[in-house]
């Protein structure tokens, strides 16, 4: 057969035709390069939005206040029972004397949060020997103060409109000038629980009911995990009834994560009793959905050892078991803790099976245990985000930047075991 002209190497036709399809790979590969960049541009955009919106709120804003811990304020033998909020207001009262009648004290008390007195009372518990002596100590500002210190609070609109009026603008203004006014390492937002008053709230109740879900989940889900998919890839037998769970487990894979939490509703707290907000019930349902992630993976791992492992272990005497246990399960454990990992980092960002099982109430104490009232970190960035207060809002975009720090190491460790443990055949 003679090549015809449009065939032919050489000809017009064949190098037109030639030109047209090295543009459109070209435009393809262009056209997949601007893809990663927009995907890129976006995630940047989010990350640096989030960074803008909740580095602030690493800071707090305090005041410098002068106390005097008169016998009169402490009539009972309980210390705790102390009037350590006079003492407070006392002390403002001092430095602004000119202030009278009921609604100017009430502005002026206003600069001062209400964990002032809380600090006096922890100091006058710890050494009663301060009764009866004056000092100075920084107390947390009232979280307008520290939203005006971070400029977020326009004073040019009208006094109508905004939450600092013009009398606490001087005063603040005056404890500015006067060095009783300072910007410090907001520590409460790692040491504390939350709090209807932004200024006192904190992500550690939170980060430790995260924790302990997290610890019961990984208790629970690694062995059965493993368990289950070296009985599915080395026991079972190849029949109707090992395909049925494999096809049930891909699909539960798939299922969202707030069916679990119907689950474990139904299942865990109406069921067998378990009590509600609390990180047993929490790991449970994060076991359900994470276990066909982990035996997924752990399968994949299995596959990944070449036959002639398995062939030379029973070549040399080995039993099945020996075979499986001291040849192919350590070859293959470092791909399972790698699924594993990514598992625990897909359950740390859950939000929607621990809001069914109640896991969204608002717990101020910090759990010391499995079975106490907790929250979890992404459920209390849930809660701080349906706040009205302008401080919460910093405090949501700060806990969201402590959650992906988590993540993001989380995931690190993964690729970073990946790595380093993985064997090429």
């Given at each position: 057969?003679?090549?015809?002209?449009?065939?032919?190497?050489?000809?017009?036709?064949?190098?037109?035709?030639?030109?047209?399809?090295?543009?459109?790979?070209?435009?393809?590969?262009?056209?997949?390069?601007?893809?990663?960049?927009?995907?890129?541009?976006?995630?940047?955009?989010?990350?640096?939005?989030?960074?803008?919106?909740?580095?602030?709120?690493?800071?707090?804003?305090?005041?410098?206040?002068?106390?005097?811990?008169?016998?009169?304020?402490?009539?009972?033998?309980?210390?705790?029972?102390?009037?350590?909020?006079?003492?407070?207001?006392?002390?403002?009262?001092?430095?602004f004397?000119?202030?009278?009648?009921?609604?100017?004290?009430?502005?002026?008390?206003?600069?001062?949060?209400?964990?002032?007195?809380?600090?006096?009372?922890?100091?006058?518990?710890?050494?009663?020997?301060?009764?009866?002596?004056?000092?100075?100590i920084?107390?947390?500002?009232?979280?307008?103060?520290?939203?005006?210190?971070?400029?977020?609070?326009?004073?040019?609109?009208?006094?109508?409109?905004?939450?600092?009026?013009?009398?606490?603008?001087?005063?603040?203004?005056?404890?500015?000038?006067?060095?009783?006014?300072?910007?410090?390492?907001?520590?409460?937002?790692?040491?504390?629980?939350?709090?209807?008053?932004?200024e006192?709230?904190?992500?550690?109740?939170?980060?430790?009911?995260?924790?302990?879900?997290?610890?019961?989940?990984?208790?629970?889900?690694?062995?059965?995990?493993?368990?289950?998919?070296?009985?599915?890839e080395?026991f079972?037998?190849?029949?109707?009834?090992?395909?049925?769970?494999?096809?049930?487990?891909?699909?539960?894979?798939?299922?969202?994560?707030?069916?679990?939490?119907?689950?474990?509703?139904?299942?865990?707290?109406?069921?067998?009793?378990?009590?509600?907000?609390?990180?047993l019930?929490?790991g449970?349902v994060?076991?359900?959905?994470?276990?066909?992630?982990?035996?997924?993976?752990?399968?994949?791992?299995?596959?990944?050892?070449?036959?002639?492992?398995?062939?030379?272990?029973?070549?040399?005497?080995?039993?099945?078991?020996?075979?499986?246990?001291?040849?192919?399960?350590?070859?293959?454990?470092?791909?399972?803790?790698?699924?594993?990992?990514?598992?625990?980092?897909?359950?740390?960002?859950?939000?929607?099976?621990?809001?069914?099982?109640?896991?969204?109430?608002?717990?101020?104490?910090?759990?010391?245990?499995?079975?106490?009232p907790?929250?979890?970190?992404?459920?209390?960035?849930?809660?701080?985000?349906?706040?009205?207060?302008?401080?919460?809002?910093?405090?949501?975009?700060?806990?969201?930047?402590?959650?992906?720090?988590?993540?993001?190491?989380?995931?690190?460790?993964?690729?970073?075991?990946?790595?380093?443990?993985e064997?090429?055949?």
């Amino acid at each position: 057969m003679q090549p015809t002209e449009s065939t032919n190497a050489f000809s017009p036709e064949f190098n037109q035709r030639l030109k047209r399809r090295y543009r459109a790979e070209q435009s393809f590969k262009l056209m997949g390069i601007g893809a990663i960049f927009i995907a890129l541009a976006f995630l940047v955009f989010l990350l640096s939005t989030i960074l803008m919106s909740g580095y602030s709120a690493f800071k707090q804003t305090y005041i410098k206040l002068d106390v005097t811990l008169d016998k009169e304020y402490f009539p009972d033998e309980d210390l705790a029972k102390g009037d350590f909020q006079g003492i407070v207001k006392a002390s403002l009262y001092s430095m602004f004397p000119e202030v009278s009648g009921r609604r100017d004290k009430r502005m002026l008390n206003n600069l001062v949060s209400k964990g002032a007195a809380f600090k006096l009372m922890d100091m006058v518990e710890a050494d009663p020997k301060l009764i009866g002596t004056s000092f100075s100590i920084w107390v947390p500002a009232k979280d307008d103060v520290d939203m005006l210190m971070k400029g977020n609070i326009d004073m040019d609109q009208p006094e109508a409109n905004r939450r600092i009026k013009d009398k606490q603008y001087e005063r603040i203004r005056t404890l500015e000038y006067g060095g009783r006014l300072q910007m410090r390492f907001n520590k409460t937002f790692f040491t504390s629980g939350d709090s209807r008053e932004p200024e006192l709230a904190g992500i550690l109740s939170a980060a430790k009911g995260s924790f302990y879900t997290l610890v019961i989940t990984l208790l629970l889900s690694f062995p059965m995990g493993v368990a289950a998919a070296i009985y599915l890839e080395e026991f079972a037998p190849d029949n109707t009834f090992t395909d049925l769970i494999e096809i049930n487990i891909n699909n539960l894979a798939a299922v969202p994560s707030i069916i679990f939490g119907l689950l474990g509703l139904a299942i865990f707290i109406n069921f067998w009793g378990i009590p509600r907000s609390t990180p047993l019930v929490g790991g449970l349902v994060l076991t359900l959905m994470t276990l066909p992630t982990i035996i997924i993976a752990a399968r994949a791992s299995l596959k990944s050892v070449p036959p002639s492992i398995r062939e030379a272990a029973l070549g040399v005497g080995a039993s099945k078991i020996q075979t499986v246990f001291h040849h192919v399960l350590p070859l293959a454990l470092p791909g399972m803790l790698t699924g594993t990992i990514i598992g625990m980092a897909q359950a740390l960002g859950e939000t929607a099976p621990l809001l069914m099982i109640g896991m969204v109430a608002f717990i101020v104490d910090i759990p010391g245990g499995f079975t106490d009232p907790a929250a979890a970190l992404p459920v209390q960035i849930y809660l701080w985000a349906d706040s009205p207060e302008r401080a919460f809002t910093e405090k949501t975009s700060a806990a969201i930047i402590i959650l992906l720090g988590f993540l993001i190491l989380m995931n690190a460790v993964a690729v970073y075991m990946r790595k380093k443990f993985e064997i090429k055949w």
